[in-house]
């Protein structure tokens, strides 16, 4: 086991981290990587599965800190490849937040490129047709999940709101708003916890029934789900300045800080059993809350921000001292233990590209970068 001593050296795991960015960009090439298991080795998922912009996020950011061009050319073409698949059948849905944002919008914001902008652009449109007016809410799937509604699309709204800053057209905005106000009152409990799915009448827009999805129970606490909301009712707030959001995100943080188990690092639900000593754990839960954590702290004055940053540093102090794959250099991944669906026994201690993303983010993020992806 790893460890870095008790004082916390941002700028020296920032190092390690980059040497590790740079391995995993000689070896995952041009895949586009979801999941690796006990060989380290990512696979290569179809473009339009949700995951699919945080390999190119990654690049983005290893861009941005150090200049290198090596990590601008690695990352360039994945939004002309994802636009090009969505001009084709695709399965693309409520997730082009996640695709767009770490991809087109991005390179746009580093670059410059208006092609990046022009297809972020095109993806807010997308995801603002998914609006459904009488129950305000972002459709999530597609098929005939017409109704429903899942706390993931949190993280998605920063696409809506960067979409009304560059266009000037307030409505994408707008639909952000409302679908953040729906998440307050149909989502986040009073406690803290967070359902994953609500499904509503797609016609009337009345609250139909609220399901487990990739939590134990439609009354458990999700861990990656809490970490979305935490992250998304941030991002919100500083996109709208609006009080309700803020005032939700600690809600949902305190409820995730008082979950954790003794090292930080959440197990995948956090009421999934009596007895949590056993369930696996959700490695990306710890790395999306850390980095909403980091989010929460610059949004509030210095004194009670603080408190946040550092729950955000002891969270990714255990992530790099006990989950990564800092001594293997032949794994393709750094962070393992990830959760991805433990319902339906998908991907259960594995290593998921979106923990990788959002470990490598905070770190940056403590390390002064300041050009935001979400
Ligand atoms: N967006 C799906 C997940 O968090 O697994």
Same mark, same amino acid.
């Given at each position: 086991m790893q460890t870095v001593g008790k004082g916390w050296d941002a700028a020296a795991i920032w190092e390690r981290t980059l040497k590790k960015v740079s391995l995993m960009n000689a070896a995952i090439g041009g895949k586009s990587p979801h999941v690796a298991r006990e060989d380290g080795k990512y696979d290569d998922l179809r473009i339009d599965w949700w995951t699919s912009g =945080? #390999?190119?996020? *990654?690049? #983005?950011?290893? $861009?941005?800190? @150090? &200049?290198?061009? +090596? $990590?601008?050319d690695a990352a360039w073409s994945w939004d002309e490849r994802m636009e090009q698949h969505m001009l084709r059948p695709n399965s693309f849905d409520h997730d082009v937040g996640f695709q767009f944002l770490p991809t087109a919008v991005i390179k746009h914001r580093l670059t410059g490129d208006e092609d990046g902008e022009r297809r972020g652009l095109f993806a807010a449109n997308f995801l603002a047709g998914r609006f459904n007016l009488n129950g305000?809410?972002?459709?999530?799937w597609n098929s005939d999940m017409h109704g429903w509604s899942i706390i993931d699309t949190a993280m %998605?709204?920063?696409?809506?709101y960067w979409a009304s800053q560059r266009s000037g057209d307030p409505r994408f905005g707008q639909i952000a708003t409302a679908h953040a106000d729906t998440v307050l009152r149909h989502f986040i409990r009073e406690d803290g916890s967070v359902r994953h799915i609500v499904c509503f009448d797609p016609n009337t827009g009345l609250f139909d029934e609220a399901l487990g999805g990739q939590g134990y129970a439609p009354d458990s606490g999700w861990s990656r789900g809490t970490a979305w909301a935490l992250y998304g009712m941030a991002n919100t707030f500083r996109y709208t300045a609006d009080r309700a959001y803020l005032r939700a995100a600690q809600r949902v943080? !305190?409820? =995730?800080?008082?979950?954790?188990p003794e090292d930080s690092v959440p197990h995948w639900d956090f009421r999934s059993a009596e007895q949590l000593e056993g369930e696996p754990r959700d490695s990306s839960a710890g790395a999306i809350a850390a980095s909403g954590l980091l989010e929460l702290a610059e949004l509030l004055p210095a004194?009670?921000?603080?408190?946040? +940053? +550092?729950?955000?540093? +002891? *969270?990714?102090?255990?992530? !790099? /001292? %006990?989950?990564? @794959? #800092? /001594?293997d250099d032949g794994s393709e991944a750094l962070l393992l233990h990830g959760t991805? !669906?433990?319902?339906? &026994?998908? %991907?259960?201690?594995?290593?998921? *590209? $979106? &923990? /990788?993303? =959002? =470990?490598i983010e905070a770190i940056a993020k403590l390390n002064g970068w300041k050009h935001r992806i979400f």
């Open positions: =945080f #390999w190119p996020g *990654i690049l #983005w950011i290893a $861009y941005d800190m @150090t &200049g290198e061009e +090596r $990590y601008k305000k809410f972002i459709r999530a %998605n709204l920063s696409l809506l943080a !305190h409820y =995730f800080l008082a979950s954790l004194k009670e921000g603080a408190v946040y +940053r +550092r729950a955000a540093e +002891r *969270i990714l102090q255990s992530l !790099h /001292d %006990n989950y990564a @794959t #800092w /001594d991805g !669906h433990k319902p339906a &026994g998908q %991907n259960v201690d594995v290593s998921l *590209i $979106y &923990g /990788d993303y =959002f =470990f």
